[in-house]
């Protein structure tokens, strides 16, 4: 029994990680209807953001550093909100409606941050920064000399050209003197860890039972994001606004609600999510590019089975998804059943699934069988992405 329940333990935990990235998901695809795939590169952005956070603070040494945790989460929550937002004004705000054109747009976006990640370095950050700051500096000069002028445009693209090709020749020119502080990458391709602070290492012991602690911390804020999550939408006015723009969009702008804004607004939050689910995958293994890809089909999964947009169907799904999928692949299951007898055709079932790969299988071929009796999840979708 005290194995069953360690089981039933860790993948709650499991199951908490998934719940905090499926809300995000769920927030952006359900509400805006919106196909975000690089929601797990958000997430990892969170988790590198956790690793920096963390080497900052050892540098403070002890106790500043098992402090560092608290900053890691609203650091974590801000870069994978920034990226989101950045995400949604450049790009997925000229696809809505369009949801093929979407998932391109974002799956390819999710392999230039998995490739930044490996990549960056000083004179990446400087290209990056003397591009940002001519073009878009550039920009608001001309439209606030030109006006509405015809020109504009032309004149922009001009820009854009010119600053590249200072940019680029700056990066070039700083990479010749072969400096190991401006070329070295800051993470590169191989995977790094993050520590979990003192006071969250070991663990309680219920009998022959151990709980760790990191587990813990990680349901506890997951219950926080459930509670920040309930309290902005159904107890603010930003909540009836975004609720509202999901119901009929084009009624609140006739209502003077800023749609636009509105739209930024909650692909900010849905990616601010990710990175506080990123943050606590870090402490569950090693950090990696492709840390996001490990987890996005699952909360992909977890969307579509509980109902898309729906807050209770998000979180019986991930419960029902994560639990299964760590007591099958853990190998808890054939613990229940005796080698020999009646249950034996049992016990080999569960023994020929019970890796991480095979679960997996297992568990999609369950979710495929339960959407052909639910096609729309424990919970019908409704609002805009019910009429895609």
């Known amino acids: 029994m005290s194995v069953l329940l360690e089981g039933i333990f860790n993948g709650l935990s499991t199951s908490s990680v998934l719940l905090i990235a499926a809300l995000g998901l769920a927030i952006v695809f359900g509400l805006m209807g ?31 550093f098992d402090l560092y945790i608290f900053a890691a989460l609203p650091v974590a929550f801000l870069v ?76 922009q693209v001009v820009l854009f050209f010119l600053s590249v090709a200072i940019a680029s020749i700056s990066g070039f020119a700083v990479a010749q003197g072969n400096s190991p502080l401006w070329n070295r990458a800051w993470f590169g391709a191989r995977n790094v860890n993050v520590s979990a ?15 760790p602690s990191t ?46 804004q509105v739209d930024a607004l909650t692909f900010a939050l849905g990616s601010g999510l990710a990175g506080i689910a990123g943050c606590a995958i870090s402490f569950l293994g090693a950090v990696g590019p492709n840390i996001g890809q490990n987890y996005i089909i699952n909360t992909f999964m977890v969307v579509v089975v509980g109902g898309v947009g729906n ?8 419960l029902a998804i ?3 999928s760590d007591l099958i692949g853990s190998g808890t299951l054939i613990r229940l059943f005796p080698p ?39 919970f ?9």
Not at 311 to 318: E, Y
Request: contains cysteine.
């Open 34 to 64: 919106v196909i975000n795939l690089a929601h797990g590169e958000l997430m990892m952005l969170g988790a590198y953001s956790t690793f920096v956070v963390q080497n900052l603070f050892q540098g403070f040494g002890d106790p500043w």
């Open 80 to 155: 994978a909100a920034i990226a989101g937002l950045v995400l949604e004004r450049q790009v997925i705000r000229y696809l809505y409606g369009r949801p093929l054109e979407t998932l391109l747009a974002t799956w390819g976006v999710s392999l230039i941050l998995q490739q930044f990640v490996r990549s960056v370095n000083w004179i990446m950050v400087l290209v990056v920064g003397i591009f940002l700051l001519l073009y878009f500096g550039g920009t608001w000069l001309i439209k606030r000399q030109a006006g509405g002028k015809p020109w504009l445009g032309k004149a």
């Open 197 to 211: 602070p003192t006071w969250l290492r070991g663990g309680f012991a219920i009998g022959t039972f151990q709980i």
């Open 215 to 260: 587990r813990i911390f990680i349901i506890f804020l997951t219950l926080l994001c459930l509670l920040a999550v309930y309290l902005i939408f159904y107890r603010s006015n930003w909540g009836l606004r975004i609720r509202s723009v999901t119901q009929n969009r084009g009624m609140s702008a006739c209502l003077g609600i800023p749609t636009g």
């Open 311 to 318: 807050l209770l169907g998000t979180i019986i799904a991930s």
């Open 322 to 324: 994560g639990v299964s």
């Open 340 to 378: 020999e007898g009646v249950l034996q055709p049992l016990y080999e079932f569960f023994t020929f699934f019970a890796t991480t790969s095979m679960a997996r299988v297992l568990v999609f071929a369950l979710i495929i069988l339960f959407l052909q009796i639910k096609p729309a999840g424990i």
């Open 380 to 388: 019908p979708p409704k609002g805009r992405t019910a009429e895609l």
